[in-house]
């Protein structure tokens, strides 16, 4: 993974797919709380005037100078779970977001914060 302290640099960069296909815009990054380790995208995504943030996963991506390359399809984000652009992603809404990706999910504890 990539250090969590340059977070804030990665803000406004585009993040593609796999195959160069743009999802959005980096708004915010979620840090998974046991490690502080970067672990979900929120991008912003859809048309003018009808934006929102959609979670997408920052396992195994790559940061460039210009973009964030992840390793899910654009496809599949399109369907992920999202907020509103001034929302903020709840506790209850976590499992969800793992899920989505089939990623595994331990509840009880709060798993992700934004920086």
């Known amino acids: 993974m990539f250090p969590a302290e340059n977070i804030r640099d990665w803000r406004t960069l585009n993040v593609v797919?796999?195959?160069g296909s743009k999802i959005g815009t980096l708004e915010s990054v979620y840090v998974d709380t046991t490690t502080d380790q970067p672990f979900f995208a929120a991008v912003t995504t859809g048309m003018i005037g009808r934006h929102k943030l959609t979670f997408v996963p920052l396992t195994?991506?790559?940061v460039a100078p210009d973009h964030i390359r992840v390793t899910v399809s654009k496809d599949l984000t399109k369907s992920a779970p999202s907020i509103d652009t001034d929302g903020e992603l709840t506790v209850e809404q976590e499992?969800?977001?793992f899920a989505h990706y089939s990623m595994p999910y331990?509840?009880?504890v709060r798993r992700l914060a934004r920086r």
């Open 17 to 19: 797919d796999p195959d």
């Open 60 to 62: 195994g991506a790559t």
């Open 95 to 97: 499992p969800d977001v």
């Open 106 to 108: 331990t509840g009880g």
